[in-house]
């Protein structure tokens, strides 16, 4: 198999990356880990926790121990699926 740009990831970078080249006539290939965001989890915001806590979704990331935090460790969902963390986050955004 030949591609002008392998992208690694179908997160929300990777798949409008992805369809900016291809659009311009490259060859590209997306390499995914995750599976497919058609679930009703995914698709309904209201439904935000479950995904985030589900190792078919998350990749289950924690920070390390945080000494000012008792050395607690703090979860850090990340999206494994197509669309990314994009696809978990409920379409809630924290600053």
């Known amino acids: 198999m030949e591609a002008d740009f392998v992208i690694v990831g179908a997160g929300s970078a990777g798949c409008a990356l992805a369809y900016r080249l291809s659009g ?8 995914e880990h ?3 965001d ?8 209201a439904a935000l926790s ?3 806590n ?9 920070t ?10 703090l ?11 994009s696809s978990i986050n409920g379409m809630v955004y924290v600053r």
Do not use: N
């Not at 589900?54 to 924690?62: N, S």
């Not at 390390?64 to 460790?73: D, I, Q, V, W």
């Open 24 to 31: 311009a006539g490259a060859s590209v290939l997306v390499i």
């Open 64 to 73: 390390e121990p945080e000494p000012h935090l008792g050395g607690r460790r």
């Open 34 to 36: 995750g599976g497919t």
């Open 75 to 85: 979860v850090t969902p990340r999206g494994k699926v197509i669309g990314g963390s």
């Open 54 to 62: 589900m190792a078919r979704y998350d990749w289950g990331f924690q």
């Open 50 to 52: 479950y995904p985030m």
């Open 38 to 45: 058609a679930g009703p989890l995914i698709q309904m915001p």
